[in-house]
């Protein structure tokens, strides 16, 4: 009974090691980049907000445009115009319970992908090919208790 537990544990551990090595990595940029240092040169970027709606973003996501890399997702919608994120980042920082911060997104071996700047910490990126990377788990809206639970683009019923 011991060694078949063991052996199972054995062939388990690879498994999931390996599962996980193929996701990025979602980190606090910290000093490496602001929010302010994003907007004003928002043009190396193709940039992307979703939420439920343009008055209540949950997130902004950075897609450096000389990287080769291209970033997608369910639901993000093209920011088009300076005027427009500025609005957005107000609004994201108008939310007390969800304050948003950027964060990097990077690839295991630490290759960056881009940013995002949002309030929520369960983020996940997976690398779908040699340049396209999904961004998922945000949900559509940042209100209310965590604890009442939210739905995101991967909690499909």
Same mark, same amino acid.
């Given at each position: 009974? #011991? %060694?078949?537990? /063991?052996? =199972?544990?054995?062939? &388990?551990i690879? =498994?999931?090691?390996?599962?996980?090595?193929?996701?990025?990595l !979602?980190?606090?940029?910290?000093?490496?980049? &602001? =929010? $302010?240092?994003?907007?004003?040169?928002? #043009?190396?970027?193709?940039?992307s907000w979703?939420? +439920? *709606?343009?008055?209540e973003p949950t997130? /902004?996501m950075?897609?450096? %445009? *000389?990287?080769? #890399?291209?970033?997608?997702?369910?639901?993000w919608?093209?920011?088009?115009? %300076?005027?427009d994120?500025? *609005?957005?980042v107000? @609004?994201?920082?108008t939310?007390? +319970?969800?304050?948003?911060?950027v964060? &990097?997104?990077?690839?295991p071996d630490?290759?960056?992908?881009g940013? /995002?700047?949002?309030?929520? $910490?369960?983020?996940?990126v997976k690398?779908?090919? #040699?340049s396209? =990377? @999904? !961004?998922y788990?945000?949900?559509? &809206?940042l209100r209310?208790?965590?604890?009442?639970?939210?739905?995101t683009?991967?909690?499909?019923?």
């Amino acid at each position: 009974m #011991k %060694r078949m537990t /063991l052996i =199972i544990i054995m062939i &388990t551990i690879p =498994i999931f090691a390996y599962g996980c090595a193929n996701y990025g990595l !979602v980190r606090p940029a910290g000093n490496e980049v &602001t =929010i $302010e240092t994003l907007v004003k040169n928002w #043009k190396d970027y193709d940039v992307s907000w979703t939420g +439920l *709606s343009p008055q209540e973003p949950t997130a /902004l996501m950075f897609d450096p %445009r *000389s990287n080769g #890399k291209k970033l997608v997702g369910s639901i993000w919608y093209k920011v088009e115009s %300076r005027k427009d994120l500025l *609005s957005l980042v107000s @609004w994201l920082q108008t939310n007390q +319970l969800y304050y948003p911060l950027v964060w &990097t997104m990077r690839a295991p071996d630490g290759e960056l992908y881009g940013y /995002l700047y949002t309030g929520w $910490e369960r983020t996940v990126v997976k690398p779908l090919d #040699k340049s396209t =990377i @999904w !961004v998922y788990g945000i949900p559509a &809206t940042l209100r209310g208790d965590e604890e009442e639970g939210f739905r995101t683009d991967f909690d499909r019923p």
